[in-house]
Every structure is written in C-alpha cells, then in structure tokens.
C-alpha cells in the first residue's frame, strides 16, 4: 500500500541526511565532537531539536537562518554549502500549511524530552557495559514529513528521531493518511525508546546471505533481545510493537505457532510467501486468527533467542554476529510453552 504524502515532501532533506551521515559515520567509529576512546555515556549538548531550529526560521531572513544552524545540524543540511534551490524547497516545506500543522503538534505532544533523554542514557551505559567500544550518537529529532517507513535512523555518529510518527495512535491525521491501525497503534511516545534501541542492534547482526525463515526469526530475535538487555524496564508489547492482547495470544499459542511450522516444513523455506507470511507487517498472521499479530515469526525467534542465551555462556557480541542460526536453535533446548 502506498501511503500520500505531505504536499512538500522532504525527499531533498532526506538526501542531505544520507550524504552527511556518510561522511560523519566513518569506518573508525569516531563521532563528531567526541574524541577517540572517550567513554561518556552522557548527551552533553541534550537531544539536538532540528525542527524548532527549522520551524523558527523568520521568513524574511530564511537564507541566513538556515546557514546559522547549519554547523549544529551538518546532518541534515550538510554544513552550510546547501544549493539555492535546496535552500527554497526548504522553505516551502515549513510554509507549506500541513507541515506547519505538524509541526505545531510535535510541540504539543513533545513539549520537552528531557525524560527521553534521560531514558537514552541509561540505556547507552548498559550498551558500553557490553560493548566498551559503542560511540554514543548525537540525538536529533524532526518533522519528516510523515517517513512511516523509517521513523528512526541511525549511524554511528547520529540517532534521528521523526516526531510526527510518534504522535499517539489518536492522532486524526493518521487515519487522513491511510496509515491503518496496525500500525498507528504503535505510533506513539511510548514505542520511541525502543525503537531507537532496536535501530542500534541492526548493525551489530550478521545476516545469511540466502535466508531461510529460521534466519529471519532468529535475526529479528536477536533485535529484540538486545532491547531486553537494554531496556529492562520497558513492557515486550513495546518492543515488538504487538498490542497486549497480541502478546496474550502469542503466548497462549506458542506451541500451535511451532507446530504448524513444523508440520509444513516452514523453518528452511526460502518462498516469499512463508516470509510474507510470519515475518512481514500486517493485520494478523494468514492461517491463524484475525486475533494473532503479524510478526509471529519475529515473536517466536525471540523466544529462541532468549532461551539460547540463558542456556550458553556467549556474549553479546558473539551471539549478534553467529549466523548459524541451526546452531542458536539447537543449542538453545528450546520447547514451545515451556518456560
């Protein structure tokens, strides 16, 4: 399904992020700012507002405006080397009505987030904890322009939050946009710090080059058990985004969910429509019922997962980087509804 978008989308500022993100996330792994083995763990400068910097721009000095803020925000403008007709299409996407609208209720939903950035830094003193050599990012949030795709990105060097998906699943302009409850149900303040925190275990998973389902289970497993370690204090319906009841339900069919992946020999498949079926977003899981989640796969991996981890000594970084996932399952003595 594609979803409209904004009158003024933001595919340039989209672009600047990207380029700048390369040249700032370098291979060493050092950060802009931070020196090479520092080990703080603290956001000094907070969390990095991009879209009140933006958004407070006054019209008639918008040229100016944009090259004032361009040093603290090079990882959307890229330093202040931006085109004139980047610099317009920038004004028009803060001008634009809609976008203004957005904006104005980012400020409301979010009017401070030193909760947030509090929460964040707990988070990353229990990351060094296991990876000594992880590089706090520099924070920022933004309007995007409605990116439901990726309302998180992440680099070594740079967290970037879109605010506008993260404005309650009572949002009226969610459903204006098509976007169905499957998802804004999870389109809340609530499901930020977990998302950030999955986004950060992505680079630390080595995939299979030709995956099976039990690779896309056990890889998604992986995520969401980084985010146990993390966020030990967050509800598991937040980190994989299911409802409560969803969560009930996997629970309560645990052993069916094997079961039938067993019994129709699922776990080594490489048909599209078996990933489809367990692994991709949606309303429920085709052959269960319209009360399971979509994601089972991802659901079940995760209870793999942890049980491999209670049940062998490795660490962290071992385990996010072993692709045998026939190993993780067979070493992890795992049995459906026993916990």
């Given at each position: ?91 028009a996407f803060v001008t634009d009505n809609q976008n203004q609208e ?20 707990n988070a990353f003193v229990r ?213």
């Amino acid at each position: 399904m594609k979803f409209p978008k904004t009158p003024i989308t933001i595919a340039t500022v989209a672009l600047l992020l990207l380029l700048s993100c390369n040249e700032t996330g370098s291979s060493s792994g050092k950060k802009t700012g931070q020196a090479a083995g520092e080990n703080t763990t603290t956001l000094s400068k907070g969390i990095h507002r991009y879209e009140k910097a933006l958004f407070g721009i006054p019209q008639d000095r918008f040229r100016a405006g944009i090259i004032e803020i361009a040093g603290e925000y090079k990882v959307f403008l890229g330093g202040n080397q931006l085109s004139p007709d980047a610099i317009n299409q920038l004004q028009a996407f803060v001008t634009d009505n809609q976008n203004q609208e957005v904006y104005a209720e980012c400020l409301k939903r979010f009017p401070d987030l030193s909760g947030l950035t509090v929460e964040l830094e707990n988070a990353f003193v229990r990351i060094k904890s296991e990876i000594p050599d992880f590089v706090v990012p520099e924070i920022y949030t933004y309007v995007s322009g409605f990116d439901f795709q990726y309302p998180v990105k992440y680099t070594d060097s740079a967290l970037i939050i879109a605010l506008d998906m993260y404005l309650g699943s009572d949002y009226s302009g969610y459903p204006n946009l098509g976007i169905p409850l499957y998802i804004s149900d999870r389109l809340t303040p609530e499901h930020i710090l977990p998302d950030c925190i999955k986004e950060i275990s992505m680079p630390l998973i080595k995939s299979n080059k030709s995956p099976v389902l039990l690779d896309a289970m056990i890889e998604e497993g992986k995520t969401l058990w980084f985010t146990d370690l993390m966020l030990p204090n967050t509800d598991d319906n937040l980190k994989i985004g299911f409802t409560r009841a969803q969560l009930a339900w996997c629970a309560d069919n645990e052993q069916n969910i094997w079961s039938f992946l067993i019994e129709n020999e699922l776990l080594y498949s490489t048909d599209a429509r078996s990933m489809s079926m367990f692994m991709t977003d949606g309303p429920f899981t085709a052959s269960f019922s319209q009360e399971s989640p979509s994601r089972t796969g991802a659901w079940l991996g995760w209870q793999i997962v942890k049980a491999y981890a209670k049940n062998n000594k490795s660490g962290l970084k071992e385990l996010m980087s072993n692709v045998n996932s026939q190993e993780i399952l067979e070493k992890s003595g795992y049995k459906p509804g026993k916990k």
